[in-house]
């Protein structure tokens, strides 16, 4: 039965529709999973995305890596279950559901419904749970259209109550474990990263994502002393008394001007020495090493004295703000956090909006009062400041003036850093103290690193450098959020006695409710805001009655939690959840160590997992533009995947993924790649695969499974050994590396070897007419499009379908891996052999480049001068390969004085090229650049491989006659050849150079088709 044919010229994207709708007929991916059931598990983990956003380029980067390990497990036989999962809570829902109705911030959302907080969040949140699927149709055409099997049906969903209840467990766990003495829960008033615009806190993991460069104004800030002396004491501790008989002022620099107003004290290293200078009218103070760097102009130094001597000096408010004035208020305190790095070596403290300036005023016992409310605007009682945004170049603008009003500036200077932003609406973070609720991971950082010891990262350095180096500074995690479309937390506060009470469950919830209280029917409670609010519960201490506390969980929380919570661990499901857990295999983006990837890490840990969630994990490099850029809307320079699929096809975005450079680094995104990929890797063994069909179609032989697979095992001819043995050393590679999860090293073992199947072994296959050949070439094709499967599912199985034998599986994802073995020292030999051959070969290419001597024409004689005849085997390969008429290896080298010793000669062997041309050599040269031509006129007339034509042709003169003397019928598929102008059914004339023009035609005859199997 002869095999399908495939289209010469493939619309690879329509092919790529016609293989989802076979495995959607044949239910390919089920039957894998069905395959392999009660099999060994692999697990993976699936990071949920939000369906409230389209999915982009760098998810199609993610869900590739996912499902090449996923489908090379499955075809090694284990049991891959792939648990779709939805990210459905938070402020990425939020944010969207704003916009939508044009509002912003925490004022608007509870005035939905005018003057009813509680009906206007019930609205939002149901608008949220709305949105929330806004693109879920899209998402899942997506993941079919690129290949990803996943299990779309039976996914986890964040927001469900069963995966709710789960986090809840969870957090009760926390509640309960002690470390330390010490709950690992517990709330803290801190200074925090917080977005004004969303009104809420963030957690550190969540600020290290939100990170962006930025030019903003630093400025010198001149605080006038209230003192005409400074005691201090001299080098030999003697008491001075410095006078100062004009203005004196404290420099100090900053980069955060918005927190001027809240200024309340003035830091110091008692340590460090200082300079008192006098520059035109006026005296400064500032760290005596940094005075070259601040002070411009020219100055004198009147005095040094150590920080120890500025310590308790008075300064001047800059702003009349009464709130802050106290008797510790406006005073320089000595601090450990100063030094001379940069700015005047003096630390301008504002309590409430810096971590170290806080821990000092509540050393100090400083006023803590917020001169920035929680809309992120000044408080009233700053002038012409209050009601203005602080982070913004308008208030920025006001406040300078004020302050230069005043001659408290010393210099302005433009200033690059970087400064987080919200990683969600993009608004400027500011430090900002309030209370909140923290996981202690703190306490648990020994684990944690223990934990991340087992872990096999890809690419390694992660595991001890970003993921590593972000454990060993690990901060307290803030998990709560001031919002309303979330996880509730479930903390319970008596409004008498103050206890704390956390639920752990909604039957817990159920027994410890106030009687008499809020009616609620357990079976359908909803955990949302605003209902679970309305319940109150009963105070185990003093029986009254117990509010939840207003905030909601930090959505990555949700994510981290999901090892557990997507089987409603620990309420049922607990066998499955054992074999579930750990995860063997994970992969997102590597702003997830910051992310995903460290939750998960800390939810296990803070469990007491003395193991890590996930044992491997692919960590990859951002998507930038050709420019090196992100992609974003604004720039317009987003590419949007289904575009790609509908011109190139998934799969060659796929292979884009993985072989463009090593996973963990960053990929600028060229379109033109696709097209010299295709090129490359597709179209060649899409060629050869159509070569192969035509033909053996051609010469009738068609696969045996009694006899096929012997003949090419056991063929005898040098390229089919050779091939066979670089299929088993490339299965071998591909099987390790993916075993190590390095996809980068297996795409390019099998960019190698299709390469080497076309440009060497089918290329010096030039004549099929042999079973063994054929037998072997079906073999290579069928074994790599088995390896190419889990890389590029569709084109594989494309040409699976056309190679398909009754005998082997339905499809090329049904079929088992191929086996590793060892090589053997034979096909060790023919490896290293072939290697050499092909190294003579290329520097005898490259001999005659530069002697312009092409490869059509024929040379005299090759030597190759070594002790060893190993390359005997493959010398007819290299003559025909480089077009000599002899070739030979020989001990010494020629004594003849017209060969030419190449300087391309190694160690191994010395090449000696006679490069003299005969009339014979150029007669032969001729024929085939005849030959050549009567393929191209075949090509153009399109006849099929294996129809026979008579060629004729006319010249006038000699040598093109001498040349037909060489011509190959054979090679062209002609019948016979005849030198006269006669009726044909195409013709060309053939521009023979110094030769003239030869006319030449070719004549169609009757089709007979052979069969090479009888």
């Known amino acids: 039965m002869p095999f399908k044919s495939l289209e010469p010229q493939p619309n690879f994207p329509k092919l790529e529709e016609n293989i989802l709708k076979f ?47 996923l489908r090379y497990q499955t075809m090694r036989g284990r049991f891959v279950g792939r648990k779709a999962g939805w990210d459905t809570q938070g402020l990425p829902v939020e944010i969207e559901v704003e916009k939508t109705l044009k509002i912003s911030g925490k004022r608007d959302i509870e005035n939905l419904v005018p003057g009813d907080s509680r009906a206007s969040i019930e609205k939002f949140n149901r608008l949220c749970r709305e949105s929330v699927w806004k693109y879920k149709d899209e998402w899942e055409h997506f993941t079919n259209r690129m290949g990803f099997w996943l299990d779309l049906k039976q996914p986890y969903i964040t927001y469900e109550r069963n995966y709710i209840e789960s986090v809840w467990a969870i957090l009760k766990r926390l509640w309960d474990r002690q470390k330390n003495k010490q709950s690992l829960i517990y709330q803290g008033h801190k200074v925090l990263p917080y977005c004004p615009r969303c009104g809420t806190a963030l957690s550190s993991h969540e600020v290290a994502q939100g990170y962006k460069s930025v030019e903003e104004n630093s400025v010198y800030i001149k605080f006038k002393l209230r003192s005409d002396k400074i005691e201090a004491r001299d080098g030999k501790g003697h008491k001075v008394v410095v006078k100062l008989d004009q203005p004196t002022y404290l420099l100090s620099w900053t980069t955060t001007p918005w927190t001027l107003p809240g200024n309340v004290a003035l830091a110091v290293g008692e340590d460090i020495g200082y300079s008192i200078i006098k520059a035109q009218d006026c005296n400064y103070i500032l760290a005596s090493a940094l005075l070259e760097r601040v002070i411009t102009g020219p100055f004198t130094v009147l005095e040094k004295v150590s920080g120890r001597d500025l310590v308790g000096l008075h300064y001047e408010p800059l702003f009349s703000f009464t709130p802050l004035a106290a008797p510790k208020a406006f005073r ?19 309590v409430m909006y810096g971590e170290d300036d806080y821990r000092l005023g509540t050393r100090l016992g400083l006023p803590k009062v917020h001169t920035v409310d929680e809309s992120g605007r000044f408080v009233s009682g700053l002038g012409e400041l209050s009601g203005r945004e602080a982070k913004t170049p308008e208030a920025e603008k006001h406040l300078l003036h004020h302050l230069h009003k005043h001659r408290a500036i010393f210099r302005e200077l433009p200033y690059r850093h970087d400064y987080p932003f919200c990683w969600r609406c993009g608004t400027p973070l500011l430090y900002y103290a309030r209370d909140s609720w923290f996981v202690r991971v703190s306490a648990l950082k020994d684990e944690l690193l223990a934990n991340n010891e087992q872990i096999i990262w890809v690419p390694e350095y992660i595991k001890h450098g970003r993921f590593g180096g972000w454990l060993s500074e690990i901060k307290d995690w803030a998990i709560s959020r001031e919002r309303y479309w979330g996880t509730p937390l479930p903390f319970w506060r008596c409004g008498s006695c103050k206890e704390y009470l956390c639920v752990g469950s909604v039957e817990e919830l159920e027994q410890k409710a106030l009687k008499g209280g809020q009616k609620f029917d357990s079976q359908k409670l909803d955990l949302h805001r605003p209902y679970v609010d309305e319940i109150k519960l009963k105070c185990e201490h003093c029986g009254e009655a117990m509010s939840r506390v207003p905030e909601v969980l930090d959505v990555w929380f949700d994510s981290g939690a999901m090892p557990y919570a997507q089987w409603h661990w620990p309420f049922e499901n607990q066998e499955i959840f054992t074999k579930q857990f750990p995860a063997d295999y994970i992969s997102e983006a590597i702003d997830q160590t910051r992310g995903w990837f460290y939750t998960l890490l800390a939810v296990s840990t803070a469990l007491g997992e003395t193991r890590p969630p996930f044992r491997n994990v692919i960590c990859l490099g951002h998507i930038l533009d050709a420019r090196g850029q992100k992609m974003s809307k604004s720039k317009g320079n987003v590419v949007v995947p289904e575009d790609l699929f509908s011109k190139y096809g998934a799969d060659i975005v796929r ?19 696709l097209s010299r990929m295709q090129r490359r890797l597709q179209m060649i063994l899409w060629n050869v695969s159509n070569y192969f069909i035509t033909y053996a179609n051609t010469r009738g032989w068609t696969f045996d499974p009694r006899i096929s697979p012997a003949q090419s095992k056991d063929s ?16 071998n590679e591909v099987t390790s590396n993916l075993e190590h999860y390095d996809v980068f090293r297996s795409a390019r073992s099998l960019e190698r070897l299709i390469d080497d199947l076309s440009t060497w072994y089918l290329r010096r296959s030039a004549r099929p007419n042999g079973r063994r050949f054929f037998a072997t070439l079906y073999r290579l094709l069928i074994y790599i499009v088995r390896l190419l499967a889990p890389f590029m599912p569709f084109l594989s199985e494309a040409i699976y379908l056309n190679l398909h034998h009754p005998d082997f599986p339905v499809s090329v994802h049904l079929h088992e891996w191929p086996q590793s073995k060892e090589l053997t020292e034979g096909d060790r030999d023919q490896l290293a052999m072939m290697e050499q051959a092909r190294k003579i070969a290329e520097a005898v290419l490259a001999f005659r480049k530069t002697r312009g001597l092409k490869v059509r024409q024929p040379l005299s004689e090759l030597i190759v001068v070594q002790k060893s005849s190993e390359l005997t085997p493959y010398l007819d390969l290299l003559a025909e390969e480089l077009n000599f008429v002899n070739l030979s290896i020989a001990p010494t080298p020629p004594q003849d004085a017209r060969f030419a010793k190449l300087e391309s000669s190694t160690d191994e062997y010395v090449l000696y090229v006679d490069a003299e041309l005969t009339p014979e050599l150029l007669s032969k040269g001729l024929a085939r650049d005849l030959e050549r031509a009567v393929q191209e006129l075949r090509r153009l007339s399109g006849l099929s491989v294996g129809e026979r034509v008579e060629l004729y042709y006319e010249t006038s003169n000699q040598a093109v006659y001498d040349a037909f003397e060489y011509f190959d019928i054979g090679k062209t598929g002609i019948e016979r050849v005849i030198g006269s102008r006669q009726s044909v059914d195409w013709q060309t004339n053939f521009d023979a150079g110094e030769t003239g023009t030869v006319w030449l035609g070719l004549k169609r005859l009757e089709k007979k088709t052979p069969n090479i199997n009888t």
């Open 23 to 69: 495995w959607q007929a044949e239910k390919i991916f089920e039957k894998s999973l069905e395959n392999s059931k009660g099999k060994k598990h692999f697990v993976f983990f699936e990071g949920p995305p939000t369906a409230n956003g389209r999915p982009g380029l760098h998810h199609v980067e993610a869900r590739a890596f996912k499902d090449v390990i």
């Open 332 to 350: 320089v305190y000595p601090a450990d956090f100063v030094t001379v790095e940069d700015g005047t070596g003096i630390v301008h403290t504002a």
């Open 655 to 673: 292979w884009y993924m993985y072989s463009v450079n090593q996973p963990g680094s960053p990929k600028l995104f060229m379109e033109a790649d």
């Open 716 to 731: 005898e001819r040098v390229l089919d050994k050779w091939i066979n043995a670089r299929l088993q050393q490339v299965v």
